[in-house]
C-alpha cells in the first residue's frame, strides 16, 4: 500500500499519477474528510488520464486530497476499518467495472467499513453591501467568515459555494469549510475559516438562470424567503452546480478534480455512436424549448445509454 498527499507546499500528484499509470488495475481511497473517504479505479475517469500535470501552486494538485492506494479492494477495506473511516464507493467506477460492483457490506469475507456518505455541499451568501466586489476571494487564500446560525454538522473538508446577495444575486466561487474558530463576535455571530479555491468568476451564474434550470426545480436556496448565511445543498445540487459553473469558467474544472469529467462542459467530447442520437434529442427539446417559451429552457439530464447533461440558452439569434 502506498499514501500519497501534499504537504509542506510539496506536491505528490506527479507522484501519484505515475503510481495510476503503473498500476492500472488498482484502487484507491480518495479522503473527502478526515473520516471519509471514496473508493475509486486508478482508471476513473473522473481524474482524467496519467499524463497532465498540475500547476505550479499545486491547488489542482490530485494529492490535495490524501490518497491511500492498494492492488486490492480488500486491503483497503481491512485498513478503512482499521482507521475508522467510512467508504463511498465511486458509482462510476463501479459501472464501469474498475471496481467491484457489489454492495461492499455484503460481500462474504470483507472487512468493509459501513457505507457512508459525508460529503456536504453549503451555498455561503455575502452581501455586496459589505463585501464590495469581493476582491479578497482569491484561490488559494484563506480567510475568516461569519454567520449567526452555523450548521451543526458541517465539518472540516466540507464544500462551499459562494453566493453575492442582492443586488448582485450570483454565484461567484469555490471554496472549502476549515473549521469554526471557536470565537464568537459581540453580535453573537460565529468565527469560521475558509480555503478559496477558485477567484471570482468571470463568467457568475445568475439568479435568473438558475431559476430557469430544470435541474435545480424546486431547490431552496432558489426560493424566496428570509436569506440564511449558509445554506444546505444536496450532494445532487452541489454538484451540478459545479459543473454548469466550471462549464461557464474553465479555469476552476480542476478544484474539485474527481468531479471534473471529459464529457461535461463547452469542449466535451462524446462518443461517436451517441453523436447522432444526442443531435436528433436535442434538436427536438430545442424545438419544444421554442414553442413553449422561457420554462423549457436551462439544464437537462439525458440518459442515451448512459447520463449525459447539457444546457439549453436561447439567445438573440434564435429564430
Known amino acids: 500500500m502506498k499514501t500519497f498527499e501534499d504537504r509542506d507546499g510539496i506536491s505528490q500528484h506527479d507522484e501519484f499519477q505515475a503510481w495510476r499509470d503503473a498500476n492500472p488495475d488498482g484502487m484507491f481511497l480518495n479522503f473527502v474528510t478526515q473520516l471519509s473517504t471514496n473508493l475509486h479505479g486508478a482508471q476513473c475517469g473522473h481524474l482524467g488520464s496519467t499524463d497532465w500535470m498540475a500547476d505550479s501552486d499545486g491547488t489542482n494538485s490530485l494529492t490535495r486530497k490524501r490518497k491511500v492506494c492498494a492492488d486490492s479492494e480488500d486491503k483497503l477495506f481491512a485498513w478503512a476499518k482499521a482507521s475508522r473511516v467510512s467508504v463511498e464507493p465511486c458509482k462510476h467506477c463501479m459501472r464501469d467495472g474498475f471496481i467491484s ?75 472549502e469549510f476549515e473549521g469554526e474558530t471557536g470565537e464568537v463576535t459581540s453580535e453573537g455571530e460565529t468565527l469560521y475559516n475558509v480555503h478559496y479555491l477558485s477567484d471570482v468568476a468571470a463568467h457568475p451564474l445568475t439568479l435568473d438562470e438558475l431559476r430557469n434550470d430544470h435541474v435545480l426545480q424546486g431547490a431552496l436556496f ?45 469542449l466535451a467530447i462524446v462518443p461517436g455512436a451517441l453523436q447522432t442520437k444526442l443531435v436528433q434529442l436535442l434538436g427536438t427539446l430545442i424545438r419544444r424549448a421554442a414553442a413553449h417559451g422561457p420554462e423549457r429552457w436551462g439544464g437537462y439530464r439525458l440518459w442515451l445509454g448512459r447520463t449525459i447533461e447539457c444546457r439549453l440558452d436561447r439567445n438573440s439569434d434564435d429564430k
Request: aromatic letters at 8%; a positive charge; hydrophobic letters at 35%.
Open 222 to 266: 432558489l426560493k424566496n424567503g428570509p436569506a440564511a448565511s449558509v445554506l444546505r445543498l444536496t450532494v445532487a445540487e452541489g454538484e451540478h452546480l459545479h459543473h454548469v459553473l466550471t462549464c461557464r469558467n474553465p479555469s476552476m474544472a480542476n478544484v474539485w478534480p474527481e468531479l471534473s469529467r471529459a464529457d461535461v462542459g463547452p
Open 101 to 175: 460492483s457489489s454492495p461492499v457490506g455484503n460481500r462474504a469475507g470483507s472487512e468493509a467499513p459501513e457505507l457512508q456518505s459525508h460529503v456536504n455541499y453549503w451555498l455561503v451568501r455575502g452581501s455586496p453591501a459589505e463585501n464590495g466586489a469581493f476582491e479578497f476571494i482569491k484561490r488559494g487564500e484563506r480567510g475568516p467568515w461569519r454567520t449567526k446560525r452555523p450548521p451543526r454538522d458541517w465539518r472540516a473538508g466540507d464544500r462551499l459555494l459562494f453566493w453575492a446577495s442582492s443586488p448582485r444575486r450570483e454565484l461567484i466561487a469555490l471554496g
